[in-house]
């Protein structure tokens, strides 16, 4: 109840054009959701990412009734030894900054814990504060550009089942998508106010992502600078093109004459997660650090990332319910693809969102070997790739659900 006051007394509905009612009842629906993410994770798995967080943070609490200084140091000023770790480019500092995210998730399941004394239910409706700050963010943006679609933007936002049930949980998939939703907002705002202090939240917010998960921001910050920069100028869409033409072309070369590689950043990941999971259910093909293993395994990541899991009667009740997501996903996106207008992609926020979103799919096809995991991590993405698919198209039939243009768009 608290939190939903907060959303009242905040305006949280202030420029989106959705009542009162309306933002309470998506922020509840996102808690719920977090909830029974949570339960399945509980009764499904033996052990899990949460409940692993959630016991290492009790135990950091209970160095706060005996060493309350020691407490206060350990947990807001200790991040680990930068040194020798400046290079975020670099395959062999990936481990650090990856620990750096597992830090900052676990240092707010002890604040979390410290406000719900230690009632991990409880903690949902504080990280959901968060996931749906930026959610909704995300969507005025959407909102702002073509009012007209705004229910077709709250269903792809926020009624995705896969999307709802993961990024509501306490995962880090949560916080991805807040930080890029705070990011596209403020700058946004910046585009329009030219106010310094946008510039200021759009610092903070790609920080946050930075830290959060820094092969996200990696792939994040080239093509939302580029949108940032020639969102005003002629002909941006091409430029936008030849930009991301440019970058794909440093991808596969940055490493021939810079001790920047790319290619072995992926690899290194790809390595990385074999090593955690111990095994591959979709028999993942190894990558190499070459044009033409990517070139070949690309088919396989394509098929691992819209295809998998498949459907099947085989399959445990979790995977038919992915599988059913997943073909249902696919084919919005089919869909929307087969309208794409044209003068829709003059907006270059929509073709932005659009690349890293494909891109960031590749990414995750080529190395997750895990079909339960490939379903969590994509789903950050699904929430951008759909509402992106949905403003750059013009789907006869679903222009039953345009409205009028609200006044309340400030």
Known sequence: MLSCGLLYYANAQKGSGLSVFWIVFLFVMKVAAGCISLYVHCHEYVTNDVIFYHQQSLISLQVLHTHPMTFVNDWLFNWGD?????????????????????????????????????????????????????????????????????????????????????????HKDGWVLAFIGLSCFYAMRYLDTKKWVYIVAIGLSLFLLFASRYFVFLCFFPPFLCWLCCSTLPKRSMLFAIFYIALLFLFFTLGKFT???????????????????????????????????????????????????????????????????????????????????????????????LFFAFSMYLFIGYTIPNCGALVRYKSEFTALLIPALVALSEVPFLKRFYVAPSSDQS
Request: contains cysteine; charged residues 10%.
């Open 82 to 170: 930068f040194t020798g770790h400046y290079n975020f480019l670099s395959k062999d500092n990936m481990s650090y900054w990856t620990d750096l995210g597992v830090q900052i998730h676990l240092k707010f399941m002890i604040f979390s814990n410290l406000l719900s004394q230690g009632s991990l239910y409880t903690n949902i409706i504080f990280y959901n504060v968060i996931y749906f700050i930026g959610l909704l963010q995300l969507y005025n943006v959407f909102y702002r550009l073509q009012p007209q679609k705004k229910w077709l933007f709250v269903f792809s936002i926020f009624f995705i089942p896969s999307v709802l049930f993961w990024c509501s949980g306490i």
């Open 259 to 353: 001790p920047i590689e790319p290619m072995e950043i992926i690899v290194a990941k790809q390595h990385a997660f074999f090593s955690m999971w111990g095994y591959s259910d979709m028999q993942t093909p190894i990558l190499e650090n070459t044009f033409s293993s990517f070139v070949i395994n690309l088919p396989s990541a394509c098929d691992h990332i819209l295809l998998r899991p498949y459907v099947s009667a085989t399959n445990p009740l979790k995977y038919q319910m992915a599988a059913v997501d997943t073909l249902f996903v696919v084919g919005l996106i089919m869909l929307f693809v087969f309208f794409i207008k044209r003068k829709n992609m003059q907006e270059l926020f929509y073709v932005m969102l």
